[in-house]
Protein backbone atom coordinates (compact mmCIF):
# COMPACT_ATOMS: atom_id res chain seq x y z
CA UNK A 1 0.00 0.00 0.00
CA UNK A 2 1.30 3.25 -0.63
CA UNK A 3 1.56 6.25 1.69
CA UNK A 4 -0.69 8.38 -0.09
CA UNK A 5 -3.45 5.58 0.95
CA UNK A 6 -2.08 4.69 4.58
CA UNK A 7 -2.24 8.38 5.38
CA UNK A 8 -5.93 8.47 4.33
CA UNK A 9 -6.94 5.53 5.87
CA UNK A 10 -4.41 6.56 9.35
CA UNK A 11 -6.63 10.45 9.06
CA UNK A 12 -9.84 8.65 9.03
CA UNK A 13 -9.03 6.58 11.98
CA UNK A 14 -8.08 9.96 13.63
CA UNK A 15 -11.11 11.62 13.00
CA UNK A 16 -13.21 8.76 13.34
CA UNK A 17 -16.94 8.46 12.48
CA UNK A 18 -19.85 8.23 15.16
CA UNK A 19 -21.08 4.62 15.28
CA UNK A 20 -24.56 3.17 15.87
CA UNK A 21 -25.63 4.72 18.97
CA UNK A 22 -23.72 7.81 18.97
CA UNK A 23 -20.89 6.59 20.58
CA UNK A 24 -17.49 5.94 19.07
CA UNK A 25 -14.93 5.26 22.36
CA UNK A 26 -11.77 4.95 19.46
CA UNK A 27 -12.50 8.64 18.47
CA UNK A 28 -13.06 10.17 21.74
CA UNK A 29 -9.82 8.70 22.84
CA UNK A 30 -7.14 9.53 20.38
CA UNK A 31 -8.40 13.39 20.72
CA UNK A 32 -8.14 12.77 24.08
CA UNK A 33 -4.45 11.99 23.21
CA UNK A 34 -4.22 14.51 21.18
CA UNK A 35 -5.53 17.20 24.00
CA UNK A 36 -3.09 15.27 26.54
CA UNK A 37 0.25 15.79 24.45
CA UNK A 38 -1.29 19.15 23.64
CA UNK A 39 -1.60 20.13 27.12
CA UNK A 40 2.21 18.36 27.89
CA UNK A 41 4.02 20.89 25.94
CA UNK A 42 2.44 23.91 26.58
CA UNK A 43 4.54 24.16 29.98
CA UNK A 44 7.43 22.78 28.01
CA UNK A 45 7.77 25.40 25.86
CA UNK A 46 6.62 27.86 28.43
CA UNK A 47 9.48 26.33 30.88
CA UNK A 48 12.03 26.52 27.89
CA UNK A 49 11.00 30.38 26.91
CA UNK A 50 11.26 31.10 30.36
CA UNK A 51 14.45 29.46 31.79
CA UNK A 52 16.12 31.00 28.56
CA UNK A 53 14.90 34.34 28.88
CA UNK A 54 15.94 34.20 32.15
CA UNK A 55 19.61 32.89 31.60
CA UNK A 56 20.01 35.42 29.06
CA UNK A 57 18.90 38.16 31.01
CA UNK A 58 21.02 37.60 33.63
CA UNK A 59 23.67 36.42 31.92
CA UNK A 60 23.90 39.37 29.51
CA UNK A 61 23.65 42.10 32.46
CA UNK A 62 26.83 40.31 34.03
CA UNK A 63 29.05 40.27 30.97
CA UNK A 64 27.86 43.90 30.14
CA UNK A 65 27.60 45.36 33.60
CA UNK A 66 30.12 43.02 35.47
CA UNK A 67 32.82 40.92 34.35
CA UNK A 68 32.61 42.52 30.95
CA UNK A 69 32.93 40.04 27.83
CA UNK A 70 36.95 39.32 29.52
CA UNK A 71 38.70 40.73 31.96
CA UNK A 72 42.92 41.63 32.10
CA UNK A 73 44.40 41.53 35.64
CA UNK A 74 48.07 42.51 36.30
CA UNK A 75 49.73 39.47 37.65
CA UNK A 76 52.31 41.21 40.23
CA UNK A 77 50.59 44.64 40.55
CA UNK A 78 51.15 47.55 37.99
CA UNK A 79 51.71 50.83 37.92
CA UNK A 80 48.10 53.28 37.07
CA UNK A 81 50.65 54.62 33.21
CA UNK A 82 50.86 50.32 33.04
CA UNK A 83 47.48 49.98 33.61
CA UNK A 84 46.61 52.74 30.94
CA UNK A 85 49.25 51.81 28.25
CA UNK A 86 47.70 48.30 28.17
CA UNK A 87 44.29 49.47 27.92
CA UNK A 88 45.17 51.17 24.99
CA UNK A 89 46.87 48.55 23.62
CA UNK A 90 43.63 46.76 23.82
CA UNK A 91 41.30 49.38 22.26
CA UNK A 92 43.71 49.39 19.18
CA UNK A 93 43.65 45.80 18.41
CA UNK A 94 41.08 44.31 15.88
CA UNK A 95 37.37 43.34 16.68
CA UNK A 96 37.63 45.35 20.44
CA UNK A 97 34.80 47.81 21.13
CA UNK A 98 36.42 48.96 24.10
CA UNK A 99 38.78 48.21 27.49
CA UNK A 100 38.44 50.17 30.60
CA UNK A 101 40.56 50.34 33.96
CA UNK A 102 38.91 49.92 36.83
CA UNK A 103 39.41 49.84 40.23
CA UNK A 104 37.21 47.85 42.22
CA UNK A 105 36.93 47.52 46.94
CA UNK A 106 34.57 47.97 49.06
CA UNK A 107 33.47 50.13 51.55
CA UNK A 108 30.87 51.76 53.43
CA UNK A 109 28.62 54.08 52.44
CA UNK A 110 27.11 57.47 55.06
CA UNK A 111 24.37 59.79 54.72
CA UNK A 112 21.66 61.14 56.69
CA UNK A 113 22.77 59.22 59.49
CA UNK A 114 22.67 55.62 58.14
CA UNK A 115 25.08 53.61 56.79
CA UNK A 116 25.45 50.89 54.35
CA UNK A 117 28.11 48.23 52.80
CA UNK A 118 28.72 48.77 49.32
CA UNK A 119 30.61 47.74 46.51
CA UNK A 120 32.83 50.72 44.78
CA UNK A 121 33.55 50.73 41.35
CA UNK A 122 36.02 53.12 40.14
CA UNK A 123 35.45 53.19 36.64
CA UNK A 124 36.59 55.61 33.63
CA UNK A 125 33.74 57.68 32.74
CA UNK A 126 33.60 56.30 28.87
CA UNK A 127 32.56 52.65 30.04
CA UNK A 128 28.89 53.97 31.45
CA UNK A 129 28.57 56.10 27.62
CA UNK A 130 29.43 52.11 26.17
CA UNK A 131 26.35 50.95 23.84
CA UNK A 132 26.34 47.43 26.07
CA UNK A 133 26.12 49.51 29.53
CA UNK A 134 23.38 51.89 28.12
CA UNK A 135 20.97 48.53 27.43
CA UNK A 136 21.02 47.49 30.27
CA UNK A 137 21.87 49.93 33.11
CA UNK A 138 18.50 52.05 33.60
CA UNK A 139 18.69 55.69 34.69
CA UNK A 140 16.15 55.93 37.20
CA UNK A 141 16.98 59.18 38.25
CA UNK A 142 19.67 62.40 36.75
CA UNK A 143 21.98 61.40 34.36
CA UNK A 144 24.66 58.09 33.88
CA UNK A 145 27.94 60.19 33.78
CA UNK A 146 30.87 61.11 35.83
CA UNK A 147 31.90 64.37 34.53
CA UNK A 148 33.23 65.60 37.79
CA UNK A 149 35.78 64.72 39.78
CA UNK A 150 33.26 64.20 42.94
CA UNK A 151 30.11 62.66 41.33
CA UNK A 152 28.80 59.29 41.84
CA UNK A 153 26.49 57.61 40.30
CA UNK A 154 24.88 54.91 42.46
CA UNK A 155 22.65 51.70 42.41
CA UNK A 156 18.87 51.67 43.19
CA UNK A 157 18.93 49.45 46.37
CA UNK A 158 21.76 51.45 48.20
CA UNK A 159 20.61 54.89 47.43
CA UNK A 160 17.04 53.52 48.64
CA UNK A 161 18.75 52.07 52.36
CA UNK A 162 20.70 55.67 52.77
CA UNK A 163 17.74 57.77 51.21
CA UNK A 164 19.51 59.79 48.76
CA UNK A 165 19.06 60.99 45.49
CA UNK A 166 20.13 63.39 42.84
CA UNK A 167 22.31 66.17 44.09
CA UNK A 168 22.51 64.75 47.76
CA UNK A 169 25.88 63.78 49.25
CA UNK A 170 27.42 60.51 50.54
CA UNK A 171 30.27 59.73 52.70
CA UNK A 172 32.45 56.78 50.90
CA UNK A 173 34.29 55.26 53.80
CA UNK A 174 37.13 53.29 52.85
CA UNK A 175 40.99 52.12 54.22
CA UNK A 176 44.19 53.15 53.19
CA UNK A 177 47.48 51.67 54.64
CA UNK A 178 49.95 54.44 56.70
CA UNK A 179 52.77 54.23 58.39
CA UNK A 180 50.94 52.81 62.00
CA UNK A 181 48.91 50.05 59.47
CA UNK A 182 45.91 50.24 57.81
CA UNK A 183 43.91 53.93 58.14
CA UNK A 184 39.91 54.88 57.32
CA UNK A 185 39.84 57.19 54.95
CA UNK A 186 36.43 59.18 54.15
CA UNK A 187 35.71 60.96 51.14
CA UNK A 188 32.48 63.22 49.88
CA UNK A 189 30.49 62.26 46.89
CA UNK A 190 27.59 63.95 45.44
CA UNK A 191 25.07 61.41 43.55
CA UNK A 192 24.64 62.62 40.10
CA UNK A 193 22.36 59.01 39.33
CA UNK A 194 20.76 56.65 40.57
CA UNK A 195 20.33 53.65 38.51
CA UNK A 196 19.05 50.24 38.46
CA UNK A 197 20.47 46.57 36.47
CA UNK A 198 17.26 45.09 36.63
CA UNK A 199 18.85 42.49 39.01
CA UNK A 200 19.11 43.20 42.13
CA UNK A 201 21.61 40.37 43.03
CA UNK A 202 23.94 42.34 40.55
CA UNK A 203 23.70 45.77 41.32
CA UNK A 204 21.92 46.07 44.87
CA UNK A 205 25.67 47.55 46.34
CA UNK A 206 27.06 49.67 43.51
CA UNK A 207 28.47 52.93 43.23
CA UNK A 208 30.18 54.20 40.62
CA UNK A 209 33.01 56.84 41.02
CA UNK A 210 35.18 58.40 38.56
CA UNK A 211 38.96 56.44 38.15
CA UNK A 212 41.10 59.31 38.83
CA UNK A 213 38.80 59.63 42.36
CA UNK A 214 39.31 55.60 42.79
CA UNK A 215 43.22 56.06 42.31
CA UNK A 216 42.98 58.71 44.98
CA UNK A 217 40.98 57.44 47.39
CA UNK A 218 41.51 53.43 47.15
CA UNK A 219 45.09 51.93 48.42
CA UNK A 220 46.14 49.14 46.31
CA UNK A 221 46.63 46.82 48.85
CA UNK A 222 43.02 47.10 49.64
CA UNK A 223 41.25 47.56 46.34
CA UNK A 224 41.94 45.32 42.84
CA UNK A 225 43.26 46.57 39.46
CA UNK A 226 41.64 45.21 36.53
CA UNK A 227 40.91 45.79 32.61
CA UNK A 228 36.99 45.22 31.33
CA UNK A 229 37.29 44.63 27.80
CA UNK A 230 34.30 44.31 25.63
CA UNK A 231 34.55 43.07 21.99
CA UNK A 232 32.48 44.01 19.06
CA UNK A 233 31.10 40.06 18.24
CA UNK A 234 31.24 38.74 21.79
CA UNK A 235 29.51 35.40 20.64
CA UNK A 236 31.69 34.30 17.65
CA UNK A 237 34.54 36.41 18.59
CA UNK A 238 35.18 35.69 22.43
CA UNK A 239 38.05 32.98 22.46
CA UNK A 240 39.42 34.28 19.50
CA UNK A 241 39.17 37.63 21.02
CA UNK A 242 40.68 36.44 24.31
CA UNK A 243 44.06 34.90 22.82
CA UNK A 244 44.44 38.58 20.88
CA UNK A 245 44.48 40.44 24.24
CA UNK A 246 46.51 37.90 25.67
CA UNK A 247 49.33 37.43 22.70
CA UNK A 248 49.29 41.70 22.50
CA UNK A 249 50.16 42.14 26.49
CA UNK A 250 53.75 40.92 28.24
CA UNK A 251 54.10 38.44 30.27
CA UNK A 252 53.22 40.22 33.27
CA UNK A 253 49.28 40.11 32.44
CA UNK A 254 46.38 37.62 32.62
CA UNK A 255 43.41 37.29 30.37
CA UNK A 256 39.97 35.79 31.29
CA UNK A 257 36.85 35.30 29.38
CA UNK A 258 33.99 35.89 31.28
CA UNK A 259 32.77 31.86 31.15
CA UNK A 260 35.84 31.24 33.11
CA UNK A 261 34.90 34.42 35.51
CA UNK A 262 31.43 33.02 36.50
CA UNK A 263 31.91 30.40 35.75
CA UNK A 264 29.93 28.91 38.82
CA UNK A 265 27.03 30.79 38.17
CA UNK A 266 26.83 29.66 34.40
CA UNK A 267 27.00 26.36 35.36
CA UNK A 268 23.73 26.99 38.00
CA UNK A 269 22.15 27.96 35.23
CA UNK A 270 22.87 25.63 32.74
CA UNK A 271 21.72 22.58 35.64
CA UNK A 272 18.63 23.98 36.44
CA UNK A 273 17.72 24.40 32.69
CA UNK A 274 18.33 20.72 32.01
CA UNK A 275 16.46 19.46 35.31
CA UNK A 276 13.29 21.64 34.94
CA UNK A 277 13.29 20.48 30.88
CA UNK A 278 14.03 16.65 32.12
CA UNK A 279 11.00 16.56 34.71
CA UNK A 280 8.83 18.52 32.34
CA UNK A 281 9.35 16.58 29.67
CA UNK A 282 8.90 13.62 31.37
CA UNK A 283 5.19 14.79 31.43
CA UNK A 284 5.17 14.52 27.60
CA UNK A 285 6.77 11.09 27.22
CA UNK A 286 3.59 10.12 30.09
CA UNK A 287 0.74 12.08 27.47
CA UNK A 288 2.71 10.32 24.53
CA UNK A 289 1.56 6.82 26.31
CA UNK A 290 -2.45 8.12 26.27
CA UNK A 291 -1.55 7.26 21.99
CA UNK A 292 -0.57 3.83 22.52
CA UNK A 293 -3.90 3.57 25.06
CA UNK A 294 -6.08 5.39 22.27
CA UNK A 295 -4.70 3.47 19.73
CA UNK A 296 -5.65 -0.12 21.70
CA UNK A 297 -9.05 0.75 21.71
CA UNK A 298 -8.77 1.62 17.62
CA UNK A 299 -7.47 -1.55 17.23
CA UNK A 300 -10.41 -3.16 19.13
CA UNK A 301 -13.13 -0.83 17.85
CA UNK A 302 -11.79 -0.83 14.07
CA UNK A 303 -11.30 -4.63 13.56
CA UNK A 304 -13.70 -5.19 11.44
CA UNK A 305 -12.01 -2.70 9.08
CA UNK A 306 -9.30 -4.25 9.66
CA UNK A 307 -10.63 -7.32 8.51
CA UNK A 308 -11.86 -5.70 5.51
CA UNK A 309 -8.09 -4.02 4.41
CA UNK A 310 -6.66 -7.81 4.86
CA UNK A 311 -9.41 -9.57 2.74
CA UNK A 312 -8.93 -6.41 -0.02
CA UNK A 313 -4.97 -7.61 0.30
CA UNK A 314 -3.51 -5.44 2.37
CA UNK A 315 -0.49 -6.94 3.95
CA UNK A 316 0.41 -7.00 8.15
CA UNK A 317 2.71 -4.56 7.39
CA UNK A 318 0.56 -1.99 5.62
CA UNK A 319 -1.85 -2.34 8.47
CA UNK A 320 0.71 -1.96 11.18
CA UNK A 321 1.98 1.46 8.85
CA UNK A 322 -1.93 2.62 9.42
CA UNK A 323 -1.63 2.71 13.23
CA UNK A 324 2.03 3.99 13.07
CA UNK A 325 0.86 6.81 10.95
CA UNK A 326 -2.37 7.51 12.73
CA UNK A 327 -0.07 7.52 15.74
CA UNK A 328 2.39 9.84 14.77
CA UNK A 329 -0.84 12.63 13.45
CA UNK A 330 -2.22 12.28 16.60
CA UNK A 331 1.26 13.42 18.27
CA UNK A 332 2.32 15.92 15.77
CA UNK A 333 -1.16 17.27 15.84
CA UNK A 334 -1.02 17.27 19.43
CA UNK A 335 2.49 18.76 19.71
CA UNK A 336 2.05 21.41 17.23
CA UNK A 337 -1.08 22.59 18.68
CA UNK A 338 0.91 23.15 22.08
CA UNK A 339 3.69 24.63 20.33
CA UNK A 340 1.26 27.24 19.39
CA UNK A 341 -0.49 27.75 22.76
CA UNK A 342 3.13 27.11 24.79
CA UNK A 343 4.27 29.95 22.42
CA UNK A 344 1.39 32.70 23.04
CA UNK A 345 1.21 31.57 26.39
CA UNK A 346 5.47 32.85 26.84
CA UNK A 347 5.63 35.10 24.94
CA UNK A 348 2.95 37.30 26.92
CA UNK A 349 4.68 35.87 30.53
CA UNK A 350 5.11 39.26 31.74
CA UNK A 351 1.84 40.19 31.30
CA UNK A 352 0.79 36.72 32.58
CA UNK A 353 2.51 36.97 35.37
CA UNK A 354 0.48 40.48 36.29
CA UNK A 355 -2.46 39.09 35.88
CA UNK A 356 -2.15 36.51 38.06
CA UNK A 357 -0.54 38.29 41.02
CA UNK A 358 -3.34 41.05 40.88
CA UNK A 359 -5.87 37.81 41.11
CA UNK A 360 -4.20 36.53 43.91
CA UNK A 361 -3.67 39.71 45.71
CA UNK A 362 -7.57 40.67 44.92
CA UNK A 363 -8.22 37.01 46.49
CA UNK A 364 -5.53 37.74 49.33
CA UNK A 365 -7.17 41.22 50.61
CA UNK A 366 -10.56 40.07 50.37
CA UNK A 367 -9.37 37.05 52.78
CA UNK A 368 -6.97 39.46 54.58
CA UNK A 369 -7.70 43.42 54.49
CA UNK A 370 -4.63 44.96 54.24
CA UNK A 371 -1.71 42.17 53.36
CA UNK A 372 1.13 43.36 51.05
CA UNK A 373 0.56 42.47 47.42
CA UNK A 374 1.35 38.95 46.47
CA UNK A 375 4.41 38.95 43.89
CA UNK A 376 5.16 35.56 42.70
CA UNK A 377 9.35 36.27 41.21
CA UNK A 378 11.02 38.46 44.05
CA UNK A 379 12.70 41.04 42.17
CA UNK A 380 15.66 39.80 45.19
CA UNK A 381 16.55 37.08 43.19
CA UNK A 382 14.67 37.55 39.69
CA UNK A 383 14.68 39.54 36.92
CA UNK A 384 12.41 42.71 37.51
CA UNK A 385 10.92 41.31 33.89
CA UNK A 386 11.63 38.24 31.92
CA UNK A 387 13.01 38.79 29.03
CA UNK A 388 11.01 36.71 25.64
CA UNK A 389 13.99 34.38 24.09
CA UNK A 390 12.84 31.83 21.88
CA UNK A 391 15.06 29.32 19.85
CA UNK A 392 13.78 27.87 16.75
CA UNK A 393 16.12 24.80 17.53
CA UNK A 394 14.48 23.91 20.41
CA UNK A 395 11.29 24.41 19.63
CA UNK A 396 11.87 22.08 16.33
CA UNK A 397 13.52 19.56 18.73
CA UNK A 398 10.34 19.59 20.91
CA UNK A 399 8.43 18.84 17.78
CA UNK A 400 10.68 16.21 16.95
CA UNK A 401 10.70 14.41 20.21
CA UNK A 402 6.78 14.40 20.22
CA UNK A 403 6.69 12.64 17.51
CA UNK A 404 9.24 10.25 18.21
CA UNK A 405 7.81 9.86 21.37
CA UNK A 406 4.47 9.30 19.42
CA UNK A 407 6.30 6.67 17.06
CA UNK A 408 7.83 4.68 19.59
CA UNK A 409 4.04 4.48 21.30
CA UNK A 410 2.30 3.68 18.72
CA UNK A 411 4.32 0.64 17.78
CA UNK A 412 2.52 -2.15 19.99
CA UNK A 413 -1.10 -1.14 18.84
CA UNK A 414 0.20 -1.48 15.81
CA UNK A 415 2.13 -4.62 16.01
CA UNK A 416 -1.45 -6.17 17.62
CA UNK A 417 -3.30 -4.75 14.69
CA UNK A 418 -1.16 -6.45 12.17
CA UNK A 419 -1.74 -9.61 13.97
CA UNK A 420 -4.89 -9.78 13.85
CA UNK A 421 -6.92 -12.53 11.85
CA UNK A 422 -9.18 -11.26 9.36
CA UNK A 423 -11.51 -15.01 9.30
CA UNK A 424 -11.65 -14.81 13.33
CA UNK A 425 -12.80 -11.64 13.54
CA UNK A 426 -15.35 -12.08 10.78
CA UNK A 427 -16.81 -15.33 12.17
CA UNK A 428 -17.52 -13.31 15.52
CA UNK A 429 -19.33 -10.58 13.46
Not at 91 to 117: K, N
Not at 119 to 137: C, H, M, N, Q, W
Not at 139 to 165: C, N, Q, T, Y
Not at 303 to 322: C, F, M, Q, W, Y
Request: proline share 5%.
Amino acid sequence: MKAAPILFVALRNLLGRRASGGRDLARKSLRGAVLSVAASVVPLVVVLVVTDGMISGITDRYVELGTMHAQVVPRYGATHPAIDEAAATIRALEGVRGAWPEIQAVGVAFASGTRSGCAIRAVDPSFLEDAGTKAYLEILEGEAALAGPLDAVVGSVLAGELGVGVGDTVNLATVRRGDAGFLPRVSVFRVRAVVSAGYRELDARWIFIPLVAGRRVLSPETSRSVIGVKFADPDRGLEPGVEAVHDALSGGWSTYGWPELERNLYESFRTTRAILLLIVGLVVAVAAANVSSALVTLVTERSSEIAVLKSLGASNRDVSRVFVAGGVLAGGLGASMGLALGLAAAVNVNELLRAIELGLGFLKKLALPGSAPVTLLNPDYYLERIPVVVDPLALTAILAAALALSYVASLLPAAKAARLSPLEILRKH
